[in-house]
């Protein structure tokens, strides 16, 4: 027996869901954008930092899908000049430095993170203890399948025929 075709209306459903939850972390990131006077690409450097430590500058560059360097260079700078993270020199290969969050720079790494616990926890509190086992065992499954995909979700035009055939004009 094959497989059973998707429902059109489950796939809006899950659409109108993903781009709600879009919307929540745009706003959520832009008011801490504010709040910190730091851009996204700051914010992601400390994200970085916090959960790997002490890093070198290429592996930042890395997680950031290959920044510039000089655009890595000046949002190290400002991070730098904010009191959020050091550049000490790299020991072992003197021609690159080594990235550490202050405690400052930790601080507002963790309030970050907290503001996304907030949502995660108000979405828990929906939800009976069965159904919070279920929806996260659901994100798991959903997050696996995206991560087996060749998913660009940073550039999701790039490489899609659909997309592109329904942009043509």
Known sequence: MGVKPLDPEQILNV?????????????????????????????????????????????????????????????????????????????????????????QGRKLAEAYQHNFEKMAQATLEALTPAERLILVELYTKVRTKLGDQDICLSNPIKNNPETEELLRV
């Open 15 to 103: 659409r109108d869901f993903i781009m709600f939850l879009g919307e929540k972390f745009k706003n959520s990131t832009e008011n801490f954008e504010d709040f910190s006077n730091c851009s996204i690409q700051e914010i992601t450097v400390l994200k970085i930092l916090s959960r790997q430590g002490s890093t070198v500058v290429k592996d930042i560059a890395c997680r950031l899908n290959n920044i510039k360097l000089s655009n890595l260079t000046r949002v190290l700078d400002h991070l730098e000049e904010n009191g959020y993270i050091e550049r000490k020199l790299n020991k072992e290969d003197r021609r690159s430095f080594i990235i550490e969050l202050t405690e």
